[in-house]
């Protein structure tokens, strides 16, 4: 079993940027594909980015524009969503994920979650 934790979520302006990490206890992350997700109030969560377990494969989510990358660091176990452009619209709670097998966009097919970090978009 995994246990993940997110953080790095806060309070950031228009425009500014956000990297938020998510650190596996019990297996290791690097065992696990790894995606980040929102869901943002009455709105149903979203996939945003995955990660293969290897790093070298990621799909990011089309809509994102290039605006967030996902990154894994296998030596610290943690795996991070770099959040750049960010719009009042991007204000949700962000959770990562795990699963075994492909970095798949759909959040029932992802086995582990973490609880989640609230970013909040606002001037």
């Known amino acids: 079993q995994v246990q993940l934790t997110e953080s790095g979520g806060g309070l950031v302006q228009p425009g500014g940027s956000l990297t938020l990490s998510c650190t596996a206890s019990?297996?290791?992350?690097?065992?696990?594909?790894t995606a980040w997700f929102r869901q943002a109030p009455g709105k149903e969560r979203e996939f945003l980015a995955a990660?293969?377990?290897?790093?070298?494969?990621?799909n990011h989510a089309t809509f994102l524009e290039g605006r967030f990358t996902i990154l894994r660091d296998s030596a610290e176990n943690t795996v991070f969503l770099q959040m750049a452009s960010l719009e009042p619209e991007d204000t949700a709670v962000y959770y990562c994920?795990?699963?075994?097998?492909?970095?798949?966009?759909?959040?029932?097919?992802?086995?582990?979650w973490g609880q989640g970090t609230q970013v909040t978009v606002s001037s």
């Open positions: 994920a795990t699963r075994v097998g492909d970095e798949n966009i759909y959040n029932d097919q992802y086995d582990n």
């Open positions: 019990g297996d290791a992350l690097d065992t696990c594909t």
């Open positions: 990660i293969s377990c290897r790093g070298n494969r990621r």
